[in-house]
């Protein structure tokens, strides 16, 4: 697919105010959701709203997520419209007017149709594919999954049908003449989120210090960069 | 209201798994609103679940969010049921299994019907209790909002009905007998979220560093710490 392919966007997706925050393009849209863990899920039961939050992966147009086979989030989602959310929050935007105040954030709308994978072959091939997109060479080293431990384990597939990224990553508007005389403090409070020292359990005897399917995930790295990197890895 | 308040979980609440990490009680389901500056509030359109990001915060049993009077989530959500997650990760779990695998998280699903709050004089009220909540003492900082500003601004504000609490904060699950042999790093690495050095804005002159407002608001400090401090300041 070229780089340059786009979602189409539909009254669904498409932004309707701050159009310049806005993109649909495959890149734009993918690099939001790849360096991205949690996603929140939305869907509808009996015309209320649910949103739940779920780690996710993607392949291709396609989205992954999975669960226990017990749960309302999976159980209801098969073949039903789902609204997923990835958003990351980037900074507070501090303004001399209240009006004025805002985050710097980057988000993903992503719409499709979920199908859940009960196939108990194509569940472990998913599922080790997930462990190694988060964890590169991880899933050799891992024990397979048990009949039980599958029969407990729903993963939820989701082609996106249209998607829309938006973005803001700048300082304050432009100051306002009518903003003259006000002195409050202008600027960005940036946040990240970074891994801190890993917590190995005692059991690991020798294996204290993580394996080398862990080594992008250092102390101190930010966890979009370690996310984006282990999906190239 | 007495501490052990609780929220009455009807299906929609109650948890359907793992019970142990599930906590329907005020204090347990503020504690975890109260640390987070980012909601992901569903709502439904002609049957289609959507699910945005948004700003929020919390007064007593309202949650309260604003947006522009021409956005889609804020205009439709009027009298409408909505479902509101918030959720902090707080870990990535290793286990010998790839079915263990797991995160550590806190979240909160709240229900309830929206209310837009349109009219201008409660607009700035609110708006203004919302700067304070953030940084207490700003509101009286910033320039009040004009009738064109207040015009483009509106809030929406939703009773808690119900909540729930989940919570997982510890490290891999008990090791498995079938487990044996299998010598895949297990344990936790931790993420947090902390912010960065202030980015003034030049036009600040003398107000380059920061003004009282913002003193939670140090390079270095969790997130999630300061949004709690700034609500008790």
Redesign the interface.
């Known amino acids: 697919m070229p780089d340059d392919a786009s979602f189409v966007p539909t009254a669904?997706s498409k932004a309707?105010?701050?159009a310049d925050r806005a993109a649909y393009d495959e890149a734009a849209v993918y690099a939001i959701l790849d360096c991205a863990?949690?996603a929140?899920?939305?869907?509808?039961i009996d015309?209320?709203?649910?949103?739940?939050?779920t780690?996710f992966w993607r392949e291709g147009r396609t989205l992954y997520w999975h669960g226990?086979a017990?749960?309302?989030a999976i159980r209801s989602v098969h073949g039903a419209?789902?609204?997923?959310?990835v958003?990351h929050?980037d900074?507070?935007v501090?303004?001399?007017?209240?009006?004025h105040?805002s985050?710097n954030?980057r988000?993903v709308?992503a719409?499709g149709v979920a199908r859940v994978i009960r196939d108990r072959a194509e569940l472990q091939t998913v599922?080790?594919r997930?462990?190694d997109r988060?964890?590169p060479g991880?899933?050799a080293?891992?024990?397979?999954?048990?009949v039980a431990?599958?029969k407990q384990?729903m993963v939820v597939a989701m082609e996106i049908e249209e998607a829309s990224a938006k973005t803001r990553a700048k300082?304050?508007a432009e100051?306002m003449d009518?903003?003259e005389g006000?002195?409050?403090?202008?600027?960005?409070?940036?946040?990240?989120?970074?891994?801190?020292?890993?917590?190995?359990?005692p059991?690991?005897g020798d294996?204290a210090t993580?394996?080398p399917?862990?080594a992008l995930?250092a102390e101190g790295e930010r966890?979009d960069d370690v996310l984006k990197r282990a999906l190239k890895g």
């Not at 929140?40 to 509808?44: D, E, F, I, L």
């Not at 501090?94 to 009006?99: A, I, T």
């Open positions: 669904r309707r105010r701050l863990l949690l929140h899920v939305a869907y509808v015309g209320q709203p649910f949103v739940t939050p780690a226990s017990a749960s309302r419209r789902v609204c997923v959310t958003s929050l900074g507070l501090l303004d001399r007017s209240g009006f105040h985050v954030y988000s709308m719409f599922l080790d997930f462990v988060l964890y991880r899933a080293e891992v024990r397979p999954g048990t431990e599958l384990t300082g304050p100051p009518i903003d006000w002195n409050a403090w202008r600027g960005v409070l940036p946040v990240e989120t970074r891994l801190r020292a890993p917590e190995p359990d059991i690991n294996h993580v394996t399917d862990l995930y966890l």
